[in-house]
């Protein structure tokens, strides 16, 4: 068979009437696979496959997909068939999860099912959840510890460096341009400023703030992840909470992402002003404090106190974050006339992947301009 006429039969589907060709062996079981996601539910001239409402079928399927494509491209077709079949029922079967490529898009899924999951098929939910969990720990918490714990470092400052490898070369010769001799093209450091040396003491207190609507499901996944992560290091002192209509406090879960993750509740309402009122109560030191409201910014709440509890933040001395996704695919919807007054504010509002993350956080505790760090590190403007 010609490969171009194969290529364009496995894209049209339907039989070979439109291309003069027929598939057989592999090429015809994908085709079916793909029959059964795209064209299923018949209709004149259209494929006749389906998957149905059966969970063993559905689980084949599964299984089929994977057999046939690479997992980059099961993910997103697992994401089409919940969104297009409605299986989010036949996802709280069992046989059919441990079918499943695990991803943050079906850990989303299943997060937004959890109170409603019959027992049977929560621990192969929480299964699925931790291997995700598992992955994307792998993945993140060495980045994010070493630039957390460099930025600490570096933004302890002294002026009695105790080693060469403590100076900072950069500040010492900026603030002793003074001592310039220009018979020698050298200049003469009567004071040094160097870095300090990581304490013990808690340096910084992060809040992180989570909007739990549906459309912040993998923000959601990456947030607690990286939660969990700060939160293990003892120059932190890390809290989080997650929000729709109700704020929760989930800090005291912060040591098992995956409890954490089943804790929150995806869908509902959103008020981000009681969230902030909430988070501003967990602040102690807030010169020492970052603030990180994770949002698409759809405010159900009182826009004006929101707007006026940031400005009360700022004033105070916190570094306030606004990331509108902490995901992989940028920016969901979100209400560009609040990202705008926040940005009036001198607040930065950004979607940030997951990998610019510790880079993000290593910006804040140093206190740079964040905004000016997105537009160089993801290449966009804040605001």
Known sequence: MDERLRRWRMVLGGDADGTGCSLNGTDAQMDGALAALYNGGGGSGERSGGLGASAPRVARWLGDIRSYF?????????????????LTRLLMEPEMLEAVEPDVHMVGTLLSLNRVMPEKARESARAL???VVSELERRLVQRTKAAVTGALDRSARTHRPKRVADIDWDRTIRVN??????????????????YGRRQR?????VVLCIDQSGSMAASVVYSSVFGAVLASMSSLRTSLVVFDTA??????????PVELLFGTQLGGGTDINRAIAYSQGLITRPTD??????SDLYEGGVREEMLRRVAQMTAAGVQVIVLLALSDEGAPFYDHDNAAALAALGVPAFACTPDAFP????AAIERRDV????????GRSAG
């Open 70 to 86: 690479p997992s980059t491209v099961v993910q997103v077709m697992q994401k089409d068939a919940v969104e297009r079949l409605n």
């Open 129 to 131: 959840v931790r291997k």
């Open 177 to 194: 341009l003074k001592n310039y001799l220009p018979d020698r093209n050298t200049v003469i450091p009567s004071r040094l400023v160097g």
């Open 201 to 205: 003491a808690v340096q910084r207190e």
């Open 247 to 256: 704020v929760v406090d989930l800090t005291d879960q912060l040591h098992d």
């Open 289 to 294: 404090s970052i603030f990180i409201l994770i």
């Open 359 to 362: 880079d993000l956080m290593a």
């Open 371 to 378: 905004g000016q760090w997105a537009e160089r590190a993801l």
